[in-house]
């Protein structure tokens, strides 16, 4: 259980990293910028699914 844990964790983490250098490119920002925006927006929406319950 631990390794899938560990390989879902993984997973996430690279598409976290996809999504920040997608953002750089498409808004021409630096990748610490679009870092921290990523990092801003899921902490405004970490329970957008509990809101629509």
């Given at each position: 259980?631990?390794?899938?844990?560990?390989?879902?964790?993984?997973?996430?983490?690279?598409?976290?990293?996809?999504?920040?250098?997608?953002?750089?490119?498409e808004?021409?920002?630096?990748?610490?910028?679009?870092?921290?925006?990523?990092?801003?927006?899921?902490e405004?929406?970490?329970?957008?699914?509990?809101?629509?319950?």
């Amino acid at each position: 259980m631990i390794y899938q844990s560990r390989y879902h964790l993984l997973v996430v983490t690279a598409r976290r990293d996809q999504l920040a250098g997608r953002t750089q490119e498409e808004y021409a920002t630096s990748i610490r910028q679009a870092e921290r925006q990523l990092k801003e927006f899921i902490e405004r929406n970490r329970n957008w699914n509990l809101m629509s319950k």
